[in-house]
């Protein structure tokens, strides 16, 4: 035996406890909203009845991205799972090298399946949705120095895939790209996939996106389309030219109605670019920036700050009336940091896609949508769960829900999952709103 040093020793047991009671809720979940024969729907079926069938695929890959598993070989978690396996009925799970051939199997006609899905459990996220719809595209960079990586714009190898979120939350569309497309490639007919999906009673109001969309031909679609952009321009020779003649300043307030101590100010002016349609307005911010070291702005006053400071040029262009007033279009484009950067954040970092599990690049791809499809599954997921709770990220709900131990016991034919006395209400309502959930 072990020496220690408190007063007890390590045993082995063969009942089935688990460490991921809250995760077998998740994957109740699933089967609640028809996860299940989704998947049977539109992805290929087994070649013999030997095979496993594609939920078996997606349902393992989705609880180990859901647990925090960066690669294929951390599937053996859930394998070796047997309470989760019990309750949630899993009698098989692939292993780690059966589900990589199964990846690069159906590469492509799996990344049009997961859009399919995604796009039927995105009508599930649009009941809830009661604001005006608001797109935000971005691209992300993956570092990867795997064989079909390309050097990105950052001149780092990788992949540069393009995300699109519906109002801060559901990815409605994504695209996994080489590393050497420039993020302003192909941006308008992403927006035109991102519309494809909408429901046809449904449209979008808005759309944001960084410099790498200022095309012309994306402001004139927007313009067709009734729809309104904010997206950021470039300080090009036109646009410095049109800053120098403009003499009046506007202090942009914070949201509590405070102007920064480094004050900034916003003024706009009307633009148009070559071959475009029609003209639009181009919002200037001027902000005061000082370049020194940081830990010397400490020791400054506000007054030495202010003679040091340089001024600063960004701009936005919008074809928004003027309804909208200047600083709102700051604040409306500014909310982009928490409604996509943020969120592309959380499926890199929450979901390990920074981790890609191949070198064949369109089984890359299929899986980079499987974990958008986990990442969608989440933001929906979330609905059952209690107020406090939804705005939590991945990480924070497995510490709180997921990595709850349990122990499953079989009693007069009935199958029992025993937790600690203080989870038993949580995880209860959540049981309950995925019974609810079903019905609809």
Same mark, same amino acid.
């Given at each position: 035996?072990?020496?220690?040093?408190?007063?007890? /020793?390590?045993?082995? %047991?063969?009942?089935?406890?688990?460490?991921?009671?809250?995760?077998?809720?998740?994957?109740?979940?699933?089967?609640?909203?028809?996860?299940?024969?989704?998947?049977?729907?539109?992805?290929?079926?087994?070649?013999?009845?030997?095979?496993?069938?594609?939920?078996?695929?997606?349902?393992?890959?989705?609880?180990?991205?859901?647990?925090?598993?960066?690669?294929?070989?951390?599937?053996?978690?859930?394998?070796?799972?047997?309470?989760?396996?019990?309750?949630?009925?899993?009698?098989?799970? =692939?292993?780690?090298?059966?589900?990589?051939?199964?990846?690069?199997?159906?590469?492509?006609?799996?990344?049009?399946?997961? @859009?399919?899905?995604?796009?039927? !459990?995105?009508?599930?996220?649009?009941?809830? #949705? $009661?604001?005006?719809?608001?797109?935000?595209?971005?691209?992300?960079?993956?570092? /990867?120095?795997?064989?079909?990586?390309?050097? %990105?714009?950052?001149?780092?190898?990788?992949?540069?895939?393009?995300?699109?979120?519906?109002?801060?939350?559901?990815?409605?569309?994504?695209?996994?790209?080489?590393?050497?497309?420039?993020?302003?490639?192909?941006? !308008?007919? &992403?927006?035109?996939?991102?519309?494809?999906?909408?429901?046809?009673?449904?449209?979008?109001?808005? *759309?944001?996106?960084?410099?790498?969309?200022?095309?012309?031909?994306? &402001?004139?679609?927007?313009?067709?389309?009734?729809?309104?952009? %904010?997206?950021?321009?470039?300080?090009?020779?036109?646009?410095?030219?049109?800053?120098? $003649?403009?003499?009046?300043?506007?202090?942009?307030?914070?949201?509590?109605?405070? /102007?920064?101590?480094?004050?900034?100010?916003?003024?706009?002016?009307?633009? %148009?670019?070559?071959?475009?349609?029609?003209?639009?307005?181009?919002? #200037?911010?001027?902000?005061?920036?000082? =370049?020194?070291?940081?830990?010397?702005?400490?020791?400054?006053?506000?007054?030495?700050?202010?003679?040091?400071?340089?001024?600063?040029?960004?701009?936005?262009?919008?074809?928004?009336? $003027?309804?909208?007033?200047?600083?709102? *279009?700051?604040?409306?484009?500014?909310?982009?940091?928490?409604?996509?950067?943020?969120?592309?954040?959380?499926?890199?970092?929450?979901?390990?896609?920074?981790?890609?599990?191949?070198?064949?690049?369109?089984?890359?791809?299929?899986?980079?949508?499987?974990?958008?499809?986990?990442?969608?599954?989440?933001?929906?997921?979330? $609905?059952?769960?209690?107020?406090?709770?939804?705005?939590?990220?991945?990480?924070? !709900?497995?510490?709180?829900?997921?990595?709850?131990?349990?122990?499953?016991?079989?009693?007069?034919?009935?199958?029992?999952?025993?937790?600690?006395?203080?989870?038993? @209400?949580?995880?209860?309502?959540?049981?309950?709103?995925?019974?609810?959930?079903?019905?609809?």
């Amino acid at each position: 035996m072990a020496q220690g040093i408190l007063n007890f /020793s390590v045993e082995a %047991t063969n009942e089935r406890l688990t460490p991921r009671a809250g995760e077998i809720i998740f994957g109740e979940y699933l089967k609640a909203i028809g996860l299940d024969k989704l998947c049977e729907l539109h992805l290929p079926a087994p070649q013999s009845n030997r095979g496993f069938s594609p939920y078996t695929f997606i349902q393992s890959l989705l609880l180990m991205l859901h647990s925090g598993g960066k690669s294929l070989d951390d599937i053996r978690v859930i394998k070796e799972d047997n309470a989760m396996r019990t309750l949630l009925k899993m009698k098989n799970i =692939p292993t780690a090298d059966a589900t990589g051939k199964w990846l690069k199997r159906h590469g492509l006609l799996g990344v049009y399946s997961m @859009e399919q899905i995604n796009r039927t !459990l995105l009508k599930r996220y649009l009941k809830r #949705v $009661e604001e005006p719809l608001v797109l935000d595209i971005d691209a992300s960079v993956i570092e /990867s120095h795997k064989e079909t990586a390309a050097y %990105t714009y950052k001149m780092i190898p990788g992949y540069t895939p393009m995300i699109g979120h519906i109002n801060g939350g559901y990815v409605i569309h994504s695209e996994f790209r080489s590393g050497n497309i420039a993020p302003a490639d192909t941006n !308008l007919s &992403f927006i035109e996939r991102c519309m494809s999906q909408l429901p046809k009673t449904q449209s979008l109001a808005f *759309v944001r996106a960084d410099a790498a969309s200022y095309q012309h031909q994306l &402001f004139d679609y927007c313009d067709v389309h009734g729809i309104t952009y %904010t997206i950021g321009a470039h300080l090009d020779s036109s646009v410095l030219e049109s800053i120098k $003649e403009l003499t009046t300043w506007e202090t942009l307030r914070q949201d509590e109605g405070k /102007s920064h101590h480094l004050k900034e100010e916003v003024a706009e002016f009307i633009h %148009t670019m070559n071959n475009s349609q029609k003209a639009f307005r181009l919002i #200037v911010i001027r902000k005061q920036i000082t =370049p020194i070291l940081p830990t010397l702005e400490e020791t400054l006053s506000e007054e030495e700050k202010l003679q040091y400071a340089r001024e600063h040029y960004s701009v936005i262009a919008t074809n928004a009336d $003027e309804e909208m007033s200047m600083q709102a *279009v700051v604040y409306f484009y500014r909310q982009r940091g928490d409604t996509s950067e943020n969120r592309i954040k959380e499926l890199k970092n929450g979901f390990n896609l920074k981790y890609l599990p191949t070198s064949d690049f369109i089984a890359n791809a299929f899986y980079f949508q499987i974990g958008v499809l986990a990442y969608n599954l989440f933001v929906l997921f979330k $609905e059952t769960l209690q107020s406090s709770w939804q705005r939590h990220t991945i990480r924070t !709900l497995r510490y709180k829900l997921y990595n709850i131990a349990g122990k499953v016991i079989t009693h007069a034919r009935e199958t029992i999952l025993k937790v600690n006395h203080q989870f038993v @209400e949580i995880l209860n309502n959540i049981r309950q709103k995925s019974y609810e959930v079903r019905l609809q």
